[in-house]
Protein backbone atom coordinates (compact mmCIF):
# COMPACT_ATOMS: atom_id res chain seq x y z
CA UNK A 1 0.00 0.00 0.00
CA UNK A 2 1.35 3.41 -0.69
CA UNK A 3 0.54 6.18 1.39
CA UNK A 4 3.26 8.83 0.44
CA UNK A 5 1.56 12.11 -0.80
CA UNK A 6 -2.36 13.13 -0.99
CA UNK A 7 -4.70 9.81 -1.84
CA UNK A 8 -7.82 12.79 -2.60
CA UNK A 9 -7.65 11.77 -6.28
CA UNK A 10 -8.97 8.31 -5.13
CA UNK A 11 -12.73 8.09 -5.87
CA UNK A 12 -15.47 6.45 -3.13
CA UNK A 13 -19.13 6.29 -4.90
CA UNK A 14 -21.99 4.93 -3.66
CA UNK A 15 -21.41 1.78 -4.97
CA UNK A 16 -18.23 1.14 -3.08
CA UNK A 17 -19.17 0.07 -0.20
CA UNK A 18 -21.60 -2.96 -1.57
CA UNK A 19 -18.87 -3.64 -4.25
CA UNK A 20 -16.24 -4.35 -1.11
CA UNK A 21 -18.58 -6.08 1.09
CA UNK A 22 -19.84 -8.62 -2.04
CA UNK A 23 -16.39 -9.94 -1.73
CA UNK A 24 -17.76 -11.55 1.63
CA UNK A 25 -14.57 -12.79 2.82
CA UNK A 26 -12.67 -10.35 5.68
CA UNK A 27 -9.41 -10.38 4.83
CA UNK A 28 -10.14 -8.94 1.41
CA UNK A 29 -12.75 -6.58 2.71
CA UNK A 30 -9.98 -5.46 5.27
CA UNK A 31 -7.18 -5.42 2.66
CA UNK A 32 -9.46 -2.96 0.63
CA UNK A 33 -10.92 -0.77 3.68
CA UNK A 34 -7.04 0.08 4.01
CA UNK A 35 -6.39 0.80 0.70
CA UNK A 36 -9.39 3.77 1.40
CA UNK A 37 -7.94 4.33 4.93
CA UNK A 38 -5.46 7.09 3.92
CA UNK A 39 -8.60 9.40 2.36
CA UNK A 40 -9.64 9.60 5.75
CA UNK A 41 -5.97 10.06 7.23
CA UNK A 42 -5.58 12.90 5.17
CA UNK A 43 -8.42 14.94 4.88
CA UNK A 44 -8.99 14.66 8.30
CA UNK A 45 -5.17 15.98 8.96
CA UNK A 46 -6.46 18.64 6.67
CA UNK A 47 -9.77 19.66 8.56
CA UNK A 48 -7.53 20.14 11.65
CA UNK A 49 -5.16 22.05 9.19
CA UNK A 50 -7.71 24.10 8.45
CA UNK A 51 -8.01 23.36 5.27
CA UNK A 52 -11.81 24.22 4.21
CA UNK A 53 -13.39 20.40 2.51
CA UNK A 54 -16.44 19.56 0.38
CA UNK A 55 -18.48 18.10 3.07
CA UNK A 56 -21.06 16.12 1.40
CA UNK A 57 -17.62 14.12 -0.04
CA UNK A 58 -15.97 13.56 3.14
CA UNK A 59 -19.13 12.29 4.92
CA UNK A 60 -19.63 9.72 2.36
CA UNK A 61 -16.16 8.68 2.32
CA UNK A 62 -16.25 8.72 6.29
CA UNK A 63 -19.28 6.43 6.06
CA UNK A 64 -18.06 3.84 3.81
CA UNK A 65 -14.45 3.40 5.05
CA UNK A 66 -15.85 3.21 8.78
CA UNK A 67 -18.51 1.03 7.90
CA UNK A 68 -16.12 -1.40 6.22
CA UNK A 69 -13.78 -1.63 9.14
CA UNK A 70 -16.43 -1.54 11.88
CA UNK A 71 -17.67 -4.69 9.56
CA UNK A 72 -14.59 -6.21 9.61
CA UNK A 73 -13.61 -6.01 13.27
CA UNK A 74 -17.34 -7.11 14.45
CA UNK A 75 -16.76 -10.10 12.54
CA UNK A 76 -13.31 -10.71 14.32
CA UNK A 77 -13.76 -13.01 17.27
CA UNK A 78 -11.27 -12.94 19.13
CA UNK A 79 -9.65 -15.91 21.52
CA UNK A 80 -9.55 -14.22 24.92
CA UNK A 81 -7.37 -17.29 26.12
CA UNK A 82 -5.10 -15.84 23.69
CA UNK A 83 -5.42 -12.09 23.63
CA UNK A 84 -4.57 -9.76 26.47
CA UNK A 85 -6.85 -7.57 28.29
CA UNK A 86 -5.51 -4.10 26.47
CA UNK A 87 -5.87 -5.36 23.14
CA UNK A 88 -9.42 -6.36 23.66
CA UNK A 89 -10.19 -3.05 25.15
CA UNK A 90 -8.52 -1.24 22.25
CA UNK A 91 -10.12 -3.50 19.99
CA UNK A 92 -13.94 -3.15 21.64
CA UNK A 93 -13.38 0.93 21.96
CA UNK A 94 -12.62 0.83 18.30
CA UNK A 95 -15.77 -0.49 17.56
CA UNK A 96 -17.47 1.97 19.32
CA UNK A 97 -15.60 4.64 17.82
CA UNK A 98 -16.93 3.34 14.58
CA UNK A 99 -20.09 2.72 15.64
CA UNK A 100 -20.06 6.65 17.19
CA UNK A 101 -18.85 8.00 13.27
CA UNK A 102 -20.88 6.31 11.45
CA UNK A 103 -24.02 6.76 13.07
CA UNK A 104 -23.92 11.03 13.14
CA UNK A 105 -21.72 11.71 9.76
CA UNK A 106 -24.76 12.52 8.32
CA UNK A 107 -25.74 15.16 11.11
CA UNK A 108 -22.76 16.27 12.54
CA UNK A 109 -21.37 19.74 12.03
CA UNK A 110 -18.01 19.34 11.06
CA UNK A 111 -17.43 22.80 11.41
CA UNK A 112 -17.93 22.53 15.31
CA UNK A 113 -17.70 18.75 16.35
CA UNK A 114 -18.39 18.02 19.57
CA UNK A 115 -15.92 16.50 21.97
CA UNK A 116 -17.19 13.01 22.09
CA UNK A 117 -16.95 12.97 17.92
CA UNK A 118 -13.09 14.29 18.02
CA UNK A 119 -12.92 12.05 20.82
CA UNK A 120 -14.10 8.76 18.39
CA UNK A 121 -11.86 10.28 15.21
CA UNK A 122 -9.06 11.30 16.71
CA UNK A 123 -8.77 7.25 18.51
CA UNK A 124 -9.38 6.17 15.12
CA UNK A 125 -7.09 8.55 13.29
CA UNK A 126 -4.42 7.69 15.99
CA UNK A 127 -4.93 3.80 16.52
CA UNK A 128 -4.69 3.63 12.24
CA UNK A 129 -1.55 5.97 11.93
CA UNK A 130 0.16 3.91 14.21
CA UNK A 131 -0.67 0.75 13.09
CA UNK A 132 0.08 1.59 9.78
CA UNK A 133 3.31 3.55 10.36
CA UNK A 134 4.43 -0.22 12.38
CA UNK A 135 3.59 -1.87 9.41
CA UNK A 136 6.14 0.52 7.46
CA UNK A 137 8.91 0.36 9.62
CA UNK A 138 8.29 -3.71 9.99
CA UNK A 139 8.00 -3.29 5.81
CA UNK A 140 11.54 -1.41 6.01
CA UNK A 141 12.94 -4.11 8.20
CA UNK A 142 12.18 -6.58 6.37
CA UNK A 143 13.17 -5.09 3.07
CA UNK A 144 16.52 -4.05 4.65
CA UNK A 145 17.32 -7.84 5.63
CA UNK A 146 16.30 -8.82 1.81
CA UNK A 147 19.18 -6.36 1.25
CA UNK A 148 21.52 -7.66 3.80
CA UNK A 149 20.70 -11.21 2.76
CA UNK A 150 21.10 -10.88 -0.89
CA UNK A 151 24.35 -8.62 -0.36
CA UNK A 152 25.81 -11.69 1.86
CA UNK A 153 24.52 -13.65 -0.72
CA UNK A 154 26.37 -12.09 -3.52
CA UNK A 155 29.36 -12.26 -1.17
CA UNK A 156 29.36 -15.46 -0.62
CA UNK A 157 29.17 -16.62 -3.97
CA UNK A 158 31.98 -14.15 -4.85
CA UNK A 159 34.25 -16.14 -2.51
CA UNK A 160 33.51 -19.16 -4.18
CA UNK A 161 34.25 -18.32 -7.06
CA UNK A 162 37.27 -16.52 -5.97
CA UNK A 163 38.13 -19.60 -4.21
CA UNK A 164 37.68 -21.77 -7.69
CA UNK A 165 39.64 -19.37 -9.58
CA UNK A 166 42.51 -19.26 -7.07
CA UNK A 167 42.71 -23.27 -7.32
CA UNK A 168 42.62 -22.88 -11.17
CA UNK A 169 45.64 -20.62 -11.12
CA UNK A 170 48.21 -22.53 -8.31
CA UNK A 171 49.45 -24.87 -10.34
CA UNK A 172 49.95 -22.40 -13.24
CA UNK A 173 52.26 -20.24 -10.46
CA UNK A 174 53.98 -23.89 -9.52
CA UNK A 175 55.10 -24.87 -13.29
CA UNK A 176 58.72 -23.66 -13.87
CA UNK A 177 57.69 -22.67 -17.57
CA UNK A 178 54.44 -21.18 -19.24
CA UNK A 179 53.27 -20.99 -22.90
CA UNK A 180 52.38 -17.60 -24.34
CA UNK A 181 48.77 -18.42 -23.56
CA UNK A 182 49.14 -19.35 -19.78
CA UNK A 183 50.92 -15.98 -19.18
CA UNK A 184 47.88 -14.48 -21.47
CA UNK A 185 45.35 -15.95 -18.95
CA UNK A 186 47.75 -14.91 -15.67
CA UNK A 187 47.80 -11.19 -17.24
CA UNK A 188 43.84 -11.08 -17.71
CA UNK A 189 43.25 -12.47 -14.54
CA UNK A 190 45.19 -10.44 -12.24
CA UNK A 191 43.17 -7.30 -14.14
CA UNK A 192 40.14 -9.14 -13.27
CA UNK A 193 41.20 -9.19 -9.59
CA UNK A 194 42.49 -5.96 -9.46
CA UNK A 195 39.12 -4.40 -10.17
CA UNK A 196 37.12 -6.46 -8.45
CA UNK A 197 39.45 -5.39 -5.61
CA UNK A 198 38.60 -1.52 -6.70
CA UNK A 199 35.20 -1.59 -7.12
CA UNK A 200 33.65 -3.86 -5.04
CA UNK A 201 35.35 -3.00 -1.74
CA UNK A 202 35.75 0.56 0.09
CA UNK A 203 39.18 2.29 -0.32
CA UNK A 204 39.58 2.68 3.44
CA UNK A 205 38.95 -1.09 4.32
CA UNK A 206 41.45 -2.25 1.47
CA UNK A 207 43.98 0.15 3.04
CA UNK A 208 42.98 -1.33 6.24
CA UNK A 209 43.33 -4.78 5.53
CA UNK A 210 46.77 -4.12 3.95
CA UNK A 211 48.55 -1.67 6.69
CA UNK A 212 47.19 -5.05 9.05
CA UNK A 213 49.23 -7.49 6.21
CA UNK A 214 52.23 -5.11 6.65
CA UNK A 215 52.07 -4.55 10.50
CA UNK A 216 54.41 -6.35 12.33
CA UNK A 217 52.20 -8.15 14.95
CA UNK A 218 49.04 -8.21 12.07
CA UNK A 219 45.56 -9.36 13.34
CA UNK A 220 44.42 -13.06 12.54
CA UNK A 221 40.50 -12.46 11.19
CA UNK A 222 40.36 -16.11 10.07
CA UNK A 223 40.75 -16.87 13.73
CA UNK A 224 38.68 -14.15 15.02
CA UNK A 225 36.37 -15.38 11.94
CA UNK A 226 35.75 -18.98 13.76
CA UNK A 227 34.71 -17.49 16.93
CA UNK A 228 31.35 -16.59 14.85
CA UNK A 229 29.82 -19.82 15.75
CA UNK A 230 30.70 -19.81 19.06
CA UNK A 231 27.69 -18.51 22.05
CA UNK A 232 29.74 -16.45 23.30
CA UNK A 233 30.55 -14.63 20.57
CA UNK A 234 29.89 -10.80 21.00
CA UNK A 235 30.67 -9.40 17.55
CA UNK A 236 27.27 -7.51 16.06
CA UNK A 237 26.57 -8.47 12.11
CA UNK A 238 27.96 -5.47 10.86
CA UNK A 239 31.69 -6.29 12.88
CA UNK A 240 31.45 -10.26 11.09
CA UNK A 241 30.67 -8.63 7.84
CA UNK A 242 33.43 -6.03 7.93
CA UNK A 243 35.87 -9.49 9.20
CA UNK A 244 34.18 -11.35 5.83
CA UNK A 245 35.04 -8.62 3.73
CA UNK A 246 38.92 -8.32 5.07
CA UNK A 247 39.15 -11.87 4.65
CA UNK A 248 37.99 -11.79 1.32
CA UNK A 249 40.35 -8.84 0.66
CA UNK A 250 43.48 -10.76 2.07
CA UNK A 251 42.57 -13.93 -0.66
CA UNK A 252 42.60 -11.05 -3.38
CA UNK A 253 45.71 -8.94 -2.33
CA UNK A 254 47.78 -12.70 -2.32
CA UNK A 255 46.68 -14.12 -5.64
CA UNK A 256 47.34 -10.71 -6.99
CA UNK A 257 50.93 -10.72 -5.50
CA UNK A 258 51.27 -14.12 -6.60
CA UNK A 259 50.90 -13.90 -9.72
CA UNK A 260 52.42 -10.32 -10.66
CA UNK A 261 55.22 -12.20 -8.79
CA UNK A 262 55.06 -14.73 -11.23
CA UNK A 263 55.10 -12.55 -14.13
CA UNK A 264 58.24 -10.83 -13.26
CA UNK A 265 59.93 -13.64 -12.73
CA UNK A 266 58.81 -14.64 -16.17
CA UNK A 267 59.77 -11.58 -17.95
CA UNK A 268 62.69 -11.31 -16.01
CA UNK A 269 63.64 -14.96 -17.61
CA UNK A 270 62.52 -14.03 -20.88
CA UNK A 271 65.23 -11.06 -20.68
CA UNK A 272 67.97 -12.67 -19.51
CA UNK A 273 67.78 -15.47 -22.60
Known amino acids: MNNSGTVFDIQINDSTYNEIIKLED ?17 KYKAINDGIVLDESIFRKEVKTIFSLLHHVFTSEELDDSDTDEETI ?32 FDFINNYFKDNLQAEKEMNKSIENLGNTLEKGLSALEFSIDLNEKIKEIKPLLKKEELSFDEIANLTNEVKKFKKDLKERYEKDLVIKTISNLESEKPTNYFEIAKSFTKKESTHTRDEMEEINQILIIENLISIILNIETKLKKLNSNILNK
Not at 26 to 42: G, Y
Not at 92 to 118: A, E, V, Y
Open 89 to 120: EKFQTLCSHFKNITGNIDTMDLHNISNDTKES
Open 26 to 42: NDLIFEKSLELLPIFLD
